[in-house]
């Protein structure tokens, strides 16, 4: 299997902060890849230099063999790149069904509001997002929550409504912005294996942040280190945890 994702020194700034600095790595296809380092490593930069947020300043990044300089963040939706954020991108007000249709918005040929009012032109699209939204709920365990205000749901549920908005596409990468910030080590674990089982049953490659190094080193095929935009150690679980500099950066700190 090749590379989904390459990055070639990339390099972005804000006023004089490198929050990058000709970074370097690639991301086969299939592959859940971490990324670890501490408090403003570039970690969330670099997920948003991934699906357009950000441009970066130099560098290339190839997304599935193709080159882009400035993508803009629905056209990266479209060529399959999905995204969850560090603090949920989700309609608090709406129900998860329909935060999961909103997943599907920029897929459609109806607009969004159509979609979750159900007043759509396009019925056929409709019955076909609906029955995406209602496969990915079920896999996800979220059935029981289905008509319920997000809102009003626990966090760790929120979390996997995110989860699920992002997945309903299809995406062949999916990037994951601390996707067990501010969970308890049981709720951590339940995410993590989520995760491994969309990994596994939908072949979707994964880019996740994560700070637990234990849940990391549990979930992850592939560690990528940073510390000040740089890459500090690039490589598979076990060979990463003893590296010394990895050690002297990030695990060896209290975080
Ligand atoms: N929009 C922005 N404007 C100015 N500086 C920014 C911006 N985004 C990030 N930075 C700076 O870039 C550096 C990298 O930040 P980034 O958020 O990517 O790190 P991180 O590894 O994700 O950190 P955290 O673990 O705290 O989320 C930091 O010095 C941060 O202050």
Known sequence: MGEILELHDVSLSFKGVKALNALSFKVRKGEICALIGPNGAGKSSLLNVINGVYRAQSGDVLFDGTRFESIHPRKAAHLGIGRTFQHNALFRRLSVQENVLAGLARHGRTVFLENIFRFGR????????????????????????????????????????????????????LLLDEPMAGMNQEEKQEMSRVIAEVNRTFGTTVVLIEHDVGIVMGLAHHVVVLDYGRKVADGAPEDVRNDPEVIAAYLGTVH
């Open 122 to 173: 396009d019925t056929e699209e409709r019955h076909s997002f609906e029955a995406r939204a209602r496969r990915i709920i079920a896999f996800l365990g979220l059935e029981a929550h289905r008509d319920t205000i997000v809102s009003t749901l626990p966090y760790g549920i929120q979390k996997r409504v995110d989860l699920a908005r992002a997945l309903v596409a299809d995406p062949k990468l």
